[in-house]
Every structure is written in C-alpha cells, then in structure tokens.
C-alpha cells in the first residue's frame, strides 16, 4: 500500500535552526583571508612556500599587465596592489560576472621578516612569483655539538672553579 503526501505550503518554510544554521556556516572567515586584508570583496588567490632561506609567494594574476603592478615590502608585511581593465565588448550586455576588474590591494603577513632590498619578482603566464630571503637572524642555523673533556670546559664552570 503506497502512502501519499499532500504538498502544504507549511512545508516549505525554514525553519529558524535551518536558518540560523545556514547563516552561521556561510559567515566562517575564508582560509585564504587569514592571509591579508583585501580591498575589495574576493582575495586574490595565492600560495606561501618556505625554503631554509627565504619564502615565496604566488598570486595569481591573470589579464593583469605586469608593469601596472606595485609590490611593498617592509618586515614580514607584503602588499600588492595593482588593476585589472575590464574588456569592453561593443553590443554585447553582461549576463553574469565571475571574474574582479578594476583596482585591487592585498596585504600578506608572512611569519618572519624578509630582506626587502634582495627580494626578486618574476611574471609569467599570469603568476606573479616572489622570492623574499629571511633576514638572517630569522634563518635556522645549525649548531655542532662536541664532546666536552676536562681541558675544555665551559668558561662558567672554569671561572667558578678558579673563585674557590
């Protein structure tokens, strides 16, 4: 025996749980937005990789003359600014957009501070890649430990030693 439901307009209203469940899952910060600040709405994508000596960031950059790019650096603190034209098409209405034109500015924070003066910048199909070196007292260094013998103990216990 096949059991019927009625269709009821009751049925089809939210309930307040539903929408305040839905409300708090689409105001989660976007991962990509721990990164920085950004001026307008979407951030720009961009990947962090570290080396020994030094980070280097990837943006992606698509339809952005790479000459109308300007980069800062100062400490840890990355910020890059720029524009990217909107095409215009004659006799042709816009339907729907995906794609940020016009002015953007982002600021990266990268976990130590980087030598700003050695940085390098490259542009190539559409990615801005940069190389920004540690400071140097930000580098890990290695430390070679020897076996200590009576000759050659730490000046602290020599000179506590030699107080007595």
């Given at each position: 025996?096949?059991m019927?439901?009625?269709?009821?307009p009751?049925?089809?209203?939210?309930?307040?749980?539903?929408?305040?469940d839905?409300?708090?899952?689409?105001?989660?910060i976007?991962?990509?937005?721990?990164?920085?600040?950004?001026?307008?709405?979407?951030?720009?994508?961009?990947n962090?990789?570290?080396?020994?000596?030094?980070?280097?960031?990837?943006?992606?950059?698509?339809?952005?003359?790479?000459d109308?790019?300007?980069?800062?650096?100062?400490?840890?603190?990355?910020?890059?600014?720029?524009?990217?034209?909107?095409?215009?098409?004659?006799?042709?209405?816009?339907?729907?957009?995906?794609?940020?034109?016009?002015?953007?500015?982002?600021t990266?924070?990268?976990?130590?501070?980087?030598?700003?003066?050695?940085?390098?910048?490259?542009?190539?199909?559409?990615?801005?890649?940069?190389?920004?070196?540690?400071?140097?007292?930000?580098?890990?260094?290695?430390?070679?430990?020897?076996?200590?013998?009576?000759?050659?103990?730490?000046?602290?216990?020599?000179?506590?030693?030699?107080?007595?």
């Amino acid at each position: 025996m096949a059991m019927r439901t009625l269709w009821s307009p009751v049925n089809e209203f939210v309930t307040l749980r539903d929408a305040m469940d839905r409300l708090v899952s689409d105001s989660f910060i976007n991962p990509r937005s721990m990164l920085g600040t950004m001026s307008n709405t979407a951030g720009l994508a961009a990947n962090l990789y570290e080396t020994p000596d030094s980070y280097i960031v990837q943006v992606s950059l698509p339809g952005v003359n790479p000459d109308a790019v300007q980069i800062t650096v100062q400490g840890e603190v990355i910020n890059i600014k720029g524009e990217r034209p909107a095409p215009k098409h004659e006799r042709a209405q816009q339907i729907w957009n995906g794609i940020n034109f016009g002015p953007f500015e982002q600021t990266f924070s990268l976990p130590t501070a980087v030598e700003a003066e050695n940085a390098q910048a490259m542009f190539e199909h559409g990615i801005l890649s940069l190389t920004l070196p540690k400071v140097r007292n930000a580098r890990a260094h290695t430390i070679k430990v020897t076996s200590g013998s009576a000759g050659s103990q730490p000046a602290i216990e020599q000179q506590s030693a030699s107080q007595k």
